[in-house]
């Protein structure tokens, strides 16, 4: 009957079981909200496990949600960043990020196995939150009526809520039926390849190995070279390993690689150095079992949402992996999300699909305040090492060891965008620091009090001057690089 119907509590299907959507079980279990969560695959953990950059905004949603104790075993510090010659092994720069960051921040950068970073997400839910993880459910279409919605698997069942969050990744299956409904077209058939909204120029060798013979934990190198770099991270209990090659043209074509084309890149650029006198070829050998191979894309998408859906992380925006702030993102967005659902559901515990709209817009538009950004320093970040031009090379291996350009980089363009992600608003934060160098513009509200939106602090005329500032700096260093380009090339 309609009426009972009206009264079914308010329920959103997740679809996607990865880094994501974990955190979101932990913030919707935190916030007494019904889900479930929908993965393809058998298991949630990846078969081939890379790194995982955590940064400080994700540290204080941790600290929220009591995961901090439990993540430390996992957590790997760098305290030493090596900006190398990839074809020599010459060192260009040395930095400490991590006491830049956490003098900045409060808390540092941390390093994690991907596969263990979702081991302690997964084992952390209360039994309750696990049994709402459904595996081996392949989203096929997805349905949105005046009241609700519905998302079909292929393996016949179906799953009815309130709202679709779409958590499924670069080649999301909740983007292509949300795009083809609001063109009023059926879903696209999943047996032809669909466009991609990412654009590919990278593509990654990578590697876990034991910490190699007379190397020390906690460094990050990084060699540098034309249209390719390596890295190298050495944790406390292994390594990761990366080749980064430029494809000789961008695409936005899906690309399957075989263990041929893995043999091709050892082969190419075996010679090459990802530590001071320890190649390619040589970290390689210590590879326990197969190394992978996967497209590198960037690049964002227009819309987020569509009536009762709305996407967050890789489905609508995807970050070069050398600055690490895709998995991060992606909690932002649950985070301003979850912020404004409970706002709603308090005042509204049946909204209908106009206010959902309404509050989905808005979420929308908040995040992609900052996208621009995020974007950019994702994309500088991987150039400064695969140089794909003159000025590529000449910043990172003459004007960046000349300027300190890393700190200005952490401290003026870095540090501003950081200090403006957002809390859960409900829930204490006990680890936070009180004297930062780079406060916080939003804060967790008081039990009790009754506010629109989170507490927030006003940003200083210092700090607007020291933004100011940098900009000034990095411009006039982009300035000298230009007076450098005919002398040194």
């Known amino acids: 009957m309609p009426a009972a ?209 007379g190397l020390e934990p906690g460094f990050n190198y990084e060699g540098a070279a034309e249209r390719v770099s390596t890295q190298l991270i050495t944790g406390k209990s292994q390594a990761w390993l990366g080749v980064y090659e430029a494809l000789d043209k961008p695409t ?76 991060n993102s992606g909690v932002i967005d649950i985070t301003v999300l979850a912020n404004k659902l409970r706002r709603l559901l308090r005042n509204d515990p049946s909204p209908t699909t106009e206010t959902l709209e309404a509050m989905f817009a808005e979420y929308q538009s908040e995040r992609k305040k900052d996208e621009p950004k995020i974007d950019s320093m994702s994309r500088r970040r991987a150039r400064m090492t695969a140089w794909l031009s003159p000025m590529n090379k000449i910043v990172a291996k003459y004007i960046a060891p000349r300027t300190n350009l890393a700190y200005y980089s952490m401290r003026y363009i870095m540090a501003p965008v950081v200090s403006r992600v957002p809390v859960l608003e409900w829930l204490e934060e006990k680890s936070l620091p009180e004297t930062l160098q780079v406060p916080y513009l939003y804060h967790p509200v008081p039990e009790g009090m009754e506010l629109e939106g989170p507490a927030r602090r006003p940003v200083s005329s210092r700090s607007s001057f020291s933004i100011y500032a940098g900009t000034m700096v990095l411009a006039a260093l982009a300035a000298v690089g230009v007076q450098y380009y005919r002398r040194l090339l």
């Open 5 to 213: 119907q009206a009264q079914e509590p308010f329920r959103a299907i997740i679809v996607g079981g990865g880094l994501v959507a974990l955190t979101a079980a932990h913030v919707f279990t935190k916030a007494g909200s019904d889900f479930v969560i929908l993965e393809r695959h058998e298991n949630l953990l990846p078969e081939i496990g890379s790194l995982l950059n955590i940064w400080p905004p994700t540290f204080r949603i941790l600290d929220q949600l009591g995961l901090l104790d439990a993540m430390q075993p996992v957590l790997n510090v760098v305290n030493r960043g090596i900006s190398m010659s990839a074809e020599t092994g010459a060192i260009f720069t040395q930095i400490d990020p991590d006491a830049i960051i956490t003098q900045h921040h409060g808390y540092g950068v941390r390093i994690a196995h991907r596969p263990h970073y979702i081991e302690v997400l997964y084992q952390t839910l209360p039994d309750s939150a696990k049994e709402r993880i459904k595996v081996k459910k392949h989203v096929i279409n997805v349905n949105v009526s005046d009241d609700g919605v519905s998302v079909e698997c292929a393996d016949g069942t179906v799953e009815k809520g309130s709202i679709i969050i779409g958590a499924d990744g670069v080649h999301s299956r909740v983007r292509q039926c949300m795009e083809a409904l609001a063109k009023g077209n059926p879903p696209p058939d999943r047996s032809q390849p669909s466009k991609s909204p990412y654009v590919t120029t990278f593509r990654m060798l990578f590697g876990n190995i034991p910490v190699p013979p």
């Open 252 to 327: 936005s074509e899906r690309i399957r690689y075989t263990n041929e084309d893995k043999e091709k890149i050892l082969e190419k650029w075996g010679h090459l150095y990802v530590a001071p006198g320890l190649t390619v070829r040589e970290a390689f050998a210590l590879q326990v079992g197969s190394p992978g191979l996967i497209s590198l894309e960037e690049g964002h998408v227009d819309k987020w949402t569509w009536k009762r859906i709305v996407l967050v992380g890789d489905a609508v925006r995807k970050l070069e992996p050398h600055a690490g702030l895709g998995y």
